[in-house]
């Protein structure tokens, strides 16, 4: 599966901004996806997650609340709305998806096969 991540780009202190992930090639229903970030000097880490389907999420306790996951498996779309932004939400963002038959979101990059390129968010005080 191919994916590509983009929505990302520079935002004041408590705005908002919509990421989206469109994928290509085998079935988009058939996996679970996530969305991690990765700031300068930092290690890639989690912020959410949806399975197969989109009825069952997983958020980072630090985005809980701000951001929400969704997908469209019609559209082969998973979005990310981010509001509320704070500078610590500068980074980069990826989209991931599993291998078929996981059918949940994981909190953890291992447990993810397939990576988009990135898009940057950067969130100024």
């Known amino acids: 599966v191919q994916l590509q991540a983009s929505g990302g780009g520079l935002v004041q202190a408590g705005g908002s901004l919509r990421l989206s992930c469109a994928a290509s090639?085998?079935?988009?229903?058939?996996?679970?996806m996530g969305w991690f970030r990765q700031a300068p000097g930092k290690e890639r880490e989690f912020v959410a997650a949806?399975?197969?389907?989109?009825?069952?999420?997983l958020y980072a306790d630090s985005v809980k609340g701000r951001f929400t996951i969704s997908r469209d498996n019609a559209k082969r779309t998973v979005d990310l709305q981010m509001n509320s932004l704070k500078p610590e939400d500068t980074a980069v963002y990826y989209c991931?998806?599993?291998?078929?038959?996981?059918?949940?979101?994981?909190?953890?990059?291992?447990?993810?096969?397939?990576w988009g390129q990135g898009t940057k968010v950067t969130v100024s005080s």
């Open positions: 949806n399975n197969w389907s989109g009825g069952s999420t």
């Open positions: 090639g085998r079935t988009f229903s058939s996996y679970a």
């Open positions: 991931a998806t599993r291998e078929p038959g996981y059918w949940l979101g994981s909190p953890l990059v291992n447990d993810y096969s397939s």
